[in-house]
């Protein structure tokens, strides 16, 4: 019995540990795939316009039509 309630706690610890972590693992792709669409939806707004050689511009328009300004 000694040896038996050591090894259902270590159980216990390592199945919280991978039960907790489990949760953050598929959430992190959604947050990745928004930055991903509006970057792109930025970026053909941004080929619309008629920038010329004023790439830094260009940029800067799409950073800030990212961040929402």
């Given at each position: 019995m000694r040896n038996?309630?050591?090894t259902l706690i270590g159980a216990m610890l390592a199945s919280f540990?991978?039960?907790s972590v489990a949760p953050q693992?598929?959430?992190a792709p959604k947050a990745g795939s928004v930055y991903a669409t509006k970057k792109a939806e930025c970026t053909r707004k941004a080929?619309?316009?008629k920038?010329?050689?004023?790439?830094?511009?260009?940029?800067?328009w799409i950073n800030d039509c990212i961040a929402g300004g």
């Open positions: 038996l309630v050591p540990a991978i039960v693992a598929s959430a080929d619309l316009k920038w010329g050689i004023h790439r830094i511009q260009r940029s800067n």
